[in-house]
């Protein structure tokens, strides 16, 4: 199932713009403090960092991602979820626009 709504959260109007623009997304607050960001990845091959365990939604488009310590490249599609360990890396590559809901905790 792809969310494709959002309903009673506070969103953060300032975007966060990585790797000179090919990734972009905003902070969302739900009431009981959670928080996620939504955005989309443009065409390219990147490397993230993260700090706590993110999931990370497919909305639209679709990647491939390799975890850190693995030569492996996985598909993710609409609806479909990845999960990435707190303080790790891991790469995603993207051909079209890879809209995403990422997850924390």
């Known amino acids: 199932m792809t969310t494709d ?3 009673g959260v506070s969103v953060t109007t300032q975007a ?3 790797f000179d623009g090919k990734c972009v997304s905003h902070g969302i607050t739900f009431p009981d403090g959670t928080k996620k960001s939504v955005g989309v990845i443009l065409p390219a091959t990147l490397t ?3 700090g706590a365990p993110e999931t990370m939604e497919c909305v639209a488009g679709a990647c491939e991602y ?3 310590g693995s030569d492996v490249w996985v598909k993710s599609g609409p609806g479909e979820t ?3 360990p ?3 890396k891991f790469d995603i590559r993207v051909t079209s626009a890879y ?3 990422c997850h924390y905790g």
């Open 66 to 68: 390799r975890l850190a």
């Open 5 to 7: 709504k959002i309903d």
């Open 48 to 50: 993230f960092s993260t």
């Open 99 to 101: 809209h995403y809901i």
């Open 16 to 18: 966060s713009v990585y």
């Open 86 to 88: 707190g303080n790790t």
């Open 82 to 84: 990845f999960s990435v």
